[in-house]
T-cell receptor, first 114, second 113 residues
Framework: EAQVTQNPRYLITVTGKKLTVTCSQN?????MSWYRQDPGLGLRQIYY???????DKGDVPEGYKVSRKEKRNFPLILESPSPNQTSLYFC?????????????FGSGTRLTVV | DQQVKQNSPSLSVQEGRISILNCDYT??????FLWYKKYPAEGPTFLIS?????DKNEDGRFTVFLNKSAKHLSLHIVPSQPGDSAVYFC????????????FGQGTRLTINP
């Protein structure tokens, strides 16, 4: 089944403790992206990648890092999480930059930073 | 600054009637517009898209209309079904590159039997 898999689904952590949210897609998509969803703000792009070793900042990149060492994986790294990073996170991938077929999204990771 | 806005947080429609979801944008450089649907505990799923050179795109019960002069797009669902109850996001892709997908805040649609 074609899908984007994120792990974990739920995570509670403490301020300053480094964490990684993994994302993997099995569709051989070149484009991958991370979003966060917050009430009243919709989905905001954190980082995106157009191919292996090619990444760029989205609209809210502060406090996040990403890497794209393999085509299928696009992990999101929070080096020193803070409470304002408590949010619902989505990873997404696309074949054609999302124009014709849209992005395929993962099921989300709900992160709470205390 | 919110470049893509959905001013109605919620909408309630009777089953079988038409649902109309609205979206406004401020940036005239957007090239494509998309609609996504989201159920609780799931990621958004792509519904339909429209190029800025068109004014209408239809896919089954779903039709998207684009009014460039008003910087406004709408999604029509006819007839509405209970399974259409979800949060709908409009999104736009523009001059910053195809990867810069900008979303609105979302509208929660409830279809009443």
């Amino acid at each position: 089944e074609a899908q984007v898999t994120q792990n974990p689904r739920y995570l509670i952590t403490v301020t300053g403790k480094k964490l990684t949210v993994t994302c993997s897609q099995n569709m051989n998509h070149e484009y991958m992206s991370w979003y966060r969803q917050d009430p009243g703000l919709g989905l905001r792009q954190i980082y995106y990648s157009m191919n292996v070793e090619v990444t760029d900042k989205g609209d809210v990149p502060e406090g996040y890092k990403v890497s794209r060492k393999e085509k299928r994986n696009f992990p999101l790294i929070l080096e020193s999480p803070s409470p304002n990073q408590t949010s619902l996170y989505f990873c997404a991938s696309s074949f054609d930059s999302g124009v014709n077929y849209g992005y395929t999204f993962g099921s989300g990771t709900r992160l709470t930073v205390v | 600054d919110q470049q893509v806005k959905q001013n109605s947080p919620s909408l309630s429609v009777q089953e079988g009637r038409i649902s109309i979801l609205n979206c406004d944008y401020t940036n005239s450089m957007f090239d494509y517009f998309l609609w996504y649907k989201k159920y609780p505990a799931e990621g958004p799923t792509f519904l339909i898209s429209i190029s800025s050179i068109k004014d209408k795109n239809e896919d089954g019960r779903f039709t998207v209309f684009l009014n460039k002069s008003a910087k406004h797009l709408s999604l029509h669902i006819v007839p509405s079904q209970p399974g259409d109850s979800a949060v709908y996001f409009c999104a736009a892709i523009g001059f910053q590159g195809a990867q810069k997908l900008v979303f609105g805040q979302g509208t929660r649609l409830t279809i009443n039997p």
